[in-house]
């Protein structure tokens, strides 16, 4: 059984940092695209930012500069450095493997697993 489960998140200032972590097991990690997704209070689940099985990556226009994705092959662990963290990052975040593509897309439905997700508050 494929598990993600994430850590990391909590309640934060404007202009504070975090970093968020995802651990993977039952699956060969070496060959899942990551990804990380949020869902804003009220609104629907986005994309954040995925990174390929060689490490290439993407991110949503909002959050280039501030946050960076990468992935440890021998932990099985996927992460997002938070960085000038915005009241408007606040959402519960998750992270997904898509088994199937060298390289995730934006599109939520490429992507088998998911993990519970991970609350991030970003207020004063």
């Known amino acids: 059984q494929v598990q993600l489960v994430e850590s990391g998140g909590g309640l934060v200032q404007p202009g504070d940092s975090l970093r968020l972590s995802c651990k993977v097991s039952?699956?060969?990690?070496?060959?899942?695209?990551m990804a990380w997704f949020r869902q804003p209070p009220g609104k629907e689940r986005e994309f954040v930012a995925t990174?390929?099985?060689?490490?290439?990556?993407e991110y949503t226009e909002s959050v280039k500069g501030r946050f960076t994705i990468s992935r440890d092959n021998g932990k099985d662990m996927a992460y997002l450095q938070m960085d000038s963290l915005k009241p408007e990052d606040t959402a519960r975040y998750y992270c997904?493997?898509?088994?199937?593509?060298?390289?995730?897309?934006?599109?939520?439905?490429?992507?088998?697993?998911w993990g519970q997700g991970t609350q991030v508050t970003v207020s004063s």
């Open positions: 997904a493997g898509d088994p199937a593509h060298e390289i995730g897309g934006r599109n939520e439905h490429s992507y088998n697993y």
């Open positions: 039952g699956y060969s990690f070496n060959y899942l695209a």
């Open positions: 990174i390929s099985w060689l490490g290439a990556t």
